[in-house]
């Protein structure tokens, strides 16, 4: 796993890297796994410099995470049974589209990172 940590952290702009810290927390903190998934995979592998895109698999419900993204909750700290995972900053969206028949979420950030 570090070996792909190190190409993210390599190959991603900050920009990008600030969005996969943020859907990733933002995920754990839903108790949804988040998977990096398509052309940035192959790009990171093949040892492409650019990265234009970022996609990602959700395991559970895209509408979980759309809600957490549009009103995120404080997460409680030192109650029984609940973890504390910290947020890094959110950066601001730009866009957020769903099409619940596909289950599918497209989010556009500020920063242009989609």
Same mark, same amino acid.
């Given at each position: 796993?570090?070996?792909?940590?190190?190409?993210?952290?390599?190959?991603?702009?900050? =920009?990008?890297? &600030?969005?996969?810290?943020?859907?990733?927390?933002?995920?754990? @903190?839903? /108790?949804?796994?988040?998977?990096? +998934?398509?052309?940035? +995979?192959?790009?990171?592998?093949?040892? &492409?410099? @650019? %990265?234009?895109?970022?996609?990602? +698999? %959700?395991?559970?419900?895209?509408?979980?995470?759309?809600?957490? %993204?549009?009103? *995120? !909750? @404080?997460?409680?700290?030192?109650?029984?049974?609940?973890?504390?995972? *910290?947020?890094?900053? =959110? *950066?601001?969206? !730009?866009?957020?589209? @769903? !099409?619940?028949?596909? /289950?599918?979420?497209?989010?556009?950030?500020?920063?242009? +990172?989609?």
């Amino acid at each position: 796993m570090s070996d792909y940590n190190f190409l993210m952290e390599s190959r991603f702009s900050p =920009a990008q890297m &600030q969005v996969v810290n943020y859907l990733s927390r933002s995920a754990a @903190t839903q /108790g949804l796994n988040l998977y990096l +998934v398509g052309g940035a +995979v192959r790009d990171l592998i093949q040892g &492409q410099q @650019t %990265i234009r895109s970022l996609d990602f +698999v %959700i395991e559970g419900s895209t509408q979980k995470l759309q809600r957490h %993204i549009e009103n *995120p !909750e @404080t997460p409680r700290n030192g109650l029984p049974g609940e973890a504390f995972i *910290p947020q890094p900053p =959110a *950066p601001e969206t !730009e866009s957020l589209d @769903t !099409e619940t028949r596909l /289950g599918t979420l497209r989010i556009r950030f500020r920063n242009a +990172v989609h």
